[in-house]
């Protein structure tokens, strides 16, 4: 994590690892890019955050590792790392940063550990409980879309049901049940969302992209239904009307677009006229 971010720091461009193949949003994901959601919890942008992350996962990473062993706490950290960021994708729409959600993830599992392994008791005190209830709530309370809290609530389930799985066995086939189906809903969702808008957009453009105006003008107005305001998929419902030879239709929705994006209604007024000449 310290070495990613001395390369977004060092990297003056907007999107560092973009040459590399990584954008780090929804549209890459649901375009096929599922590893995004694993490699997404790696990246930090600011110092502080990056700090205050490492800070815990060493803390309280280095507790876990020491009762579980290092292939325990790797498994761990990766599992929760997707699902947590599939948690932040399904509930937000979008792709967040940062490894948040797997130290919620190991300060579930060693808070609930801590009731069979004694040693865990020492790093997972009660002080620790109330900080990280803290920051759970108040990141929902007064940050709610600020930080990724999907991903805290994605490994704060994850860590829970892994510990009462493996470690305390009080319901350790319910317990791994729910654990497998977090796994299956986080594959899932990389994969469908359809509740999302930008899922709905992201469909329509590669069936536009493959000449399937009908299946792309269908899929971009369900994405419009579920959020009006996006210009860039108005503009590109536009498109597909007018390779469809819809031309009244598009002219709908470009008297709409011009209520929203006067700048974006600019450019594709441009496009028709050149596809006129």
Known sequence: MVALFAVVSATPAEAPFASWGYRGDAFQVWSGAAWVLLVSAFIHHHLWHLAVNVYWLWTLGRAVEAAF????????????AFVSSAFQLAIFDEVGVGASGMTFAV???????RGRRTELRSIFTT?????????????????????ANGAHLGGLLFGALVAEAVVMGRRP?????????????ALGVSV???????????????????G?????IGAYDVSLRLRPDQPWVMASLIRAYRAAGKADAAASVLA??????????????????????
Request: hydrophobic fraction near 55%; aromatic fraction near 12%; include cysteine.
């Open 256 to 277: 709409r677009l011009r209520t929203v994006s006067p700048d974006e209604a600019a450019r594709v007024d441009v496009e028709g006229g050149k596809t006129i000449e």
């Open 127 to 147: 002080t620790i409980g109330a900080v990280f209830a803290s920051w759970f709530v108040g990141c929902w309370i007064v940050l709610t879309r600020l930080v």
């Open 212 to 216: 399937q105006y009908d299946l792309a």
């Open 69 to 80: 062993g290092p292939l325990a706490m790797a498994l761990l950290l990766l599992t929760s």
């Open 173 to 185: 086939r319910l317990a791994k049940a729910g654990a497998i189906v977090l796994l299956l809903l």
């Open 107 to 113: 300060f579930a599992f060693g808070w609930l550990a």
């Open 192 to 210: 469908a969302c359809p509740w999302s808008a930008t899922w709905w957009a992201t469909k329509a453009y590669g069936a536009h992209a493959r």
